[in-house]
Structures are given as C-alpha cells and as structure tokens.
C-alpha cells in the first residue's frame, strides 16, 4: 500500500511538472513567437539607409527571431534576392521609385508589401535659393538656356552640372529619362559616382558662396545642412513624365510639380517567409519611423557618429524613446502568431 502510494504521489507530482513546464513553453512561445526561427535581412549599402533596418531588427529579436546579420546589395538585386528566398525581409522599398525592380523580380507572386517605414518622401532637383531668386530660376528646363546653365558649369564645358545618384539607384533611372523627357541632354551634364561624397563637393561650394544643383531624397542629412525655402529650393518640371508612362501618380509637394512621385517606403517580405511568420509580418507591417527622426539620425551620423555600432545604439535609443508605441506594435505581433496557431 505505501508502495502504491507513493507511486501514486510520484506520478502526480511528475504531471503537474509536466504541466508546468508544457504551460511555461506555452507561455514562452506566445512571448517569442519567432523563437528558433532564422531571419535573414538584406539592406542596400548605404549606411544612412541603416537606421530603420536597425529598429526593425530590434523588434524582431523582441519577438525572438534569431536575426543573422543582413546581406547588403543594390535595390535590384535586393529585390531578386527576396523573391528567391536568399533573403527574408527588408524595409528599403520605395513603392513607386522601386516598383520595375519589384515587378521584374516576381511582384506579388513572389513577396510581399507590408505597411510605411517611412511615410511622404520626397525626392527631386534643388538649386541654392541666392542663384533661383537672382535669376529667376523655377524650372530644371531654365537650364536649356546658355547663360543659366554657364552659371552651374563646374568644368568649363558650357553645360550646368548637376550631382546625380548612385549607378544601380532607382532614381538613376528617372533622372535618365527626364534627360531626355525635357530635351536637357545638351544642357546638363549628370556626375554619378559616390553621392554622399559628391554631394560633399557640392556643400563645400554652396559654403564658398558659388551656385549649386543637385539631386536629393528626403530624409536624409542633407536635408538638415541645405534647408528647403532658406538655402535651397526644389525645381519644378514643366509635366510629369515618368519611365514606363506612369504619368498618373501624385508629384506635387506645395504647389511644386518636383517630377518624382510623392513616395512611400514599405517593408517587403519573401512570400513564403510571411506566410510562415504571421508575427514578423504583422510587426513590419506596423512599424513607422518619422522622416524628421530618420534626418535627424542620418545627420548624427554627418557629425561623426556613423560606425555601426553607433547606429545599432542610436536605434535602440529610438526604441527607447518610443517605448509606449513599440510595445504595441509587439503586442498585435504576438496576437497576430496567436491567431494564426488556434
């Protein structure tokens, strides 16, 4: 009888053990639904574009994902890679700048758009505000007049030179077909190279008080040093005309036609990745960074803070600064993973 008892008790004891552990997993799992799961990021290669990969990295881990370090790349290639399942996520794509990369690489078929990193952004042509007021300069095509393109000429060629994008950007492409789209072929010349560093020579000859032109995006730093309305101001174009004749998009920004479409950026996942992972998916679909902090941050990183390691923690310091919101965000992540499991 004391035997029998005391097997009894032992089995008792073992089944509430194995409750209680079956119930802490339980508990595990709805905490870190990513938990044991692998994922792969791939960024492009430009360090003043890492700050949001940082954040959204972090509220990845958050969710227990074991997060590799990303892959960087070009925007084509990124989006190839994505549809390949070479890759996971990323939260680089411009909807409408990005969208021949995304089609050609498979579309909706092959990935998916989750949510706006980063909403309204902005892209086009500037020249320094003292040039466009003494000249009257309001349009990229004044630049077809000798005597206003010679104002812009940095190499004694009579065309005005403008600094350009990266080879392999999307907007290399509409730049190109704006080029042609105005005629301005014979009136400007497009100096492509490394633009953080052009647009360096480009600061210092605003700073000598000589004529500048130059492409830009928002946000970013530059935006921070040549402030819009009081250093610089955007050009128009004379009508939108995009490649592929998507004509039809929004290109306005206070009264001005910029001929770039007012943008957004949005995460975008390997289809089969998001199917899987309902809380990543969930988490990216919601996560949003403001243009003014991504400027704000990108101009830290101008000021000398720009290792990585300064990123991750300028990252972190966001988190932190918007605890409040990020926690939501997780909180529907792992709602989202409940779901999916009933």
Request: net charge negative; with cysteine.
């Amino acid at each position: 009888m004391l035997n029998s008892n005391f097997t009894r008790n032992l089995l008792q004891c073992a089944g509430a053990v194995t409750l209680t552990l079956a119930s802490l997993t339980a508990f595990a799992s709805a905490d870190k639904p990513g938990q044991g799961v692998k994922v792969t990021p791939i960024f492009p290669s430009i360090a003043e574009e890492r700050f949001r990969g940082e954040v959204a990295m972090e509220g990845l881990r958050e969710l227990g994902y074991n997060v590799q370090e990303p892959k960087e790349t070009e925007y084509g290639v990124m989006m190839m890679a994505l549809s390949g399942g070479d890759a996971d996520f990323t939260v680089h794509l411009w909807d409408q700048l990005h969208d021949e990369f995304y089609q050609k690489a498979g579309g909706d078929k092959t990935m998916v758009k989750a949510g706006d990193i980063l909403p309204g952004v902005l892209q086009g042509y500037l020249i320094d505000k003292k040039t466009a007021d003494q000249y009257n300069i309001k349009y990229i095509t004044d630049m077809k007049k000798p005597e206003i393109a010679k104002l812009f000429d940095t190499d004694g060629d009579g065309k005005a030179d403008m600094t350009g994008c990266n080879p392999g950007w999307g907007c290399e492409l509409v730049i190109a077909h704006h080029m042609k789209a105005y005629d301005l072929g014979g009136s400007i010349n497009v100096n492509q190279g490394s633009y953080f560093a052009l647009m360096a020579d480009t600061i210092t000859r605003y700073k000598e008080g000589k004529p500048i032109f130059y492409f830009t995006w928002v946000p970013q730093w530059i935006a921070s040093v040549l402030v819009e309305d009081k250093d610089v101001v955007w050009l128009e174009v004379p009508k939108t005309d995009l490649p592929g004749g998507k004509n039809d998009v929004n290109t306005m920004y206070k009264g001005k036609n910029l001929g770039f479409a007012v943008d957004k950026v949005e995460a975008v996942l390997n289809k089969d990745f998001a199917q899987k992972n309902p809380a990543a998916l969930k988490f990216l679909s919601l996560v949003q960074i403001t243009s003014d902090d991504e400027s704000q941050q990108n101009l830290k990183m101008q000021e000398g803070e720009k290792k990585p390691k300064d990123i991750t923690r300028h990252a972190k310091e966001w988190v932190q600064a918007h605890r409040a919101q990020f926690d939501e965000w997780l909180k529907a992540s792992r709602a989202a993973a409940m779901q999916a499991s009933q």
